[in-house]
């Protein structure tokens, strides 16, 4: 038996995503993607503007229905599964870093880590306990109680992957996560989500356009004009 050999974790069959023009002419933006990701890998996406990494990242997540094709997540059926029933599993499942941190304003940082747990209807003591532990994993124990106007981006990046982290999902979604970051905190940023993942054992899916930042990733794959390019 191989013993590198992963479990498939998400398989993605014939992917199709079209949309409705303003003048009602339809737009072709994922042409037929088959894609497998195993357990614990961290896959990075890359390609120019427009080719549909965020649209397909959308759909691997649950966050958007594909025209056509489907996923599979431990052997789910996704897209088969009513709205309600949907909404719990991608809560339970998947956790979300997007390019902006989609921070609760009127929230402490503890508070906006909490949310999914909350909305998971966990034990509220334990979804706090392991907010905070989160937090100072992600290096922001003393900034627990501020608010995102109180925290740098890079901060609140960091709020928004402890977020992602708090029901302890078997996948992690990141579109973009350090776009609007300088340099050096995109890659601390990227470094820590990565060690954070490996300790894991969490499948990580990044969309990048550095390609830098990508080469650290086990797996890459480039997009172009709706399809993975060969």
Do not use: C
């Not at 003048?23 to 195993?38: H, M, P, S, T, Y």
């Not at 094709?69 to 956790?95: A, D």
């Not at 509220?124 to 608010?147: A, C, M, T």
Request: no cysteine; hydrophobic share 45%; aromatic share 6%.
């Amino acid at each position: 038996m191989n013993r590198n050999v992963r479990t498939v974790l998400l398989r993605a069959e014939n992917l199709h995503k079209n949309y409705q023009s303003a003048e009602n002419q339809e737009l072709r933006v994922i042409k037929g993607i088959d894609l497998k990701i195993a357990e614990g890998e961290i896959l990075a996406i890359i390609g120019p503007s427009g080719v549909g990494k965020s649209t397909l990242l959308h759909i691997l997540g649950a966050l958007d229905r594909p025209t056509a094709g489907n996923v599979w997540i431990h052997s789910e059926s996704v897209f088969s599964m009513p709205e309600t029933q949907l909404s719990n599993f991608r809560n339970k499942m998947i956790g979300f870093v997007f390019q902006f941190h989609h921070l609760l304003p009127e929230f402490s940082a503890l508070e906006n880590v909490a949310v999914p747990g909350f909305i998971a209807r966990r034990n509220p003591r334990e979804v706090i306990d392991y907010s905070k532990f989160l937090l100072n994993q992600v290096g922001l124990n003393d900034r627990i109680l501020h608010k995102p106007r109180e925290l740098s981006g890079g901060e609140q990046q960091r709020v928004a992957f402890a977020r992602a982290l708090v029901n302890d999902p078997v996948l992690v979604l990141a579109d973009e996560p350090s776009g609007n970051l300088d340099l050096a905190n995109s890659v601390a940023l990227h470094q820590l989500m990565w060690k954070m993942v490996r300790e894991t054992k969490k499948s990580f899916v990044v969309v990048t356009h550095n390609q830098e930042l990508a080469r650290e990733a086990d797996r890459i794959i480039e997009l172009f004009d709706g399809r993975i390019k060969q």
